[in-house]
T-cell receptor, first 111, second 116 residues
Framework: SQQGEEDPQALSIQEGENATMNCSYK?????LQWYRQNSGRGLVHLIL?????REKHSGRLRVTLDTSKKSSSLLITASRAADTASYFC???????????FGKGTTLSVSS | DVKVTQSSRYLVKRTGEKVFLECVQD?????MFWYRQDPGLGLRLIYF???????EKGDIPEGYSVSREKKERFSLILESASTNQTSMYLC???????????????FGPGTRLTVL
């Protein structure tokens, strides 16, 4: 089934640095969503970007979408220790009725 | 405040037992979803429901069934639990999607199920 693939699988940075995670997918989409998961907890929605949008911001988060390359990136600026989590991208399934999640990027921010 | 609750955070069952995982949402959402999450495999969709008594198979429905008798409640049933069903189970809900695709999903805290 269609699935977003995040890259890198793991990322370790220092507080204050920027973190960039990428997502690639296979077929056309209606929208792409990013979620965060703290260890052992449920996922929390971060941003939804529609297929006709190129960039979206929310606080320290910036998401870009390039439908010609079938890819998206999530940038977290000025990272904090509290940003330590796994980040997932999700795209719609072929019927557009559900989300298909990637395997995630594990971000570790050390102080 | 939006809330999705799951009946247990941790559950230990024996092989062959019938297992019920309950999920309740208070947002009047049409859609509800069950996922399992395993290391290295990410989240995989088991079943979802877009209305009472309606259900759709996800990517890995084998060994599972679901029940949605009321809009706010979506149950996942393991008819005869097996050790390979040891996993983290996540429930989510969302408003019905439209032309722009699926809406954002709200997740419960998860149930970590161990089958011995």
């Amino acid at each position: 089934s269609q699935q977003g693939e995040e890259d890198p699988q793991a990322l370790s940075i220092q507080e204050g640095e920027n973190a960039t995670m990428n997502c690639s997918y296979k077929t056309s989409i209606n929208n792409l969503q990013w979620y965060r998961q703290n260890s052992g907890r449920g996922l929390v929605h971060l941003i939804l970007i529609r297929s006709n949008e190129r960039e979206k911001h929310s606080g320290r988060l910036r998401v870009t979408l390039d439908t010609s390359k079938k890819s998206s990136s999530l940038l977290i600026t000025a990272s904090r220790a509290a940003d330590t989590a796994s980040y997932f991208c999700a795209t719609d399934n072929q019927a557009g009725t559900a989300l298909i999640f990637g395997k995630g990027t594990t971000l570790s921010v050390s102080s | 405040d939006v809330k999705v609750t799951q009946s247990s955070r941790y559950l230990v069952k024996r092989t062959g037992e019938k297992v019920f995982l309950e999920c309740v949402q208070d947002m009047d959402h049409e859609n509800m979803f069950w996922y399992r999450q395993d290391p290295g495999l990410g989240l995989r969709l088991i079943y979802f429901s877009y209305d009472v008594k309606m259900k759709e198979k996800g990517d890995i429905p084998e060994g599972y069934s679901v029940s949605r008798e009321k809009k706010e409640r979506f149950s996942l049933i393991l008819e005869s639990a097996s050790t390979n069903q040891t996993s983290m189970y996540l429930c989510a809900s969302s408003l019905l999607g439209g032309r722009i695709g699926p809406n954002e999903q709200f997740f419960g805290p998860g149930t970590r199920l161990t089958v011995l």
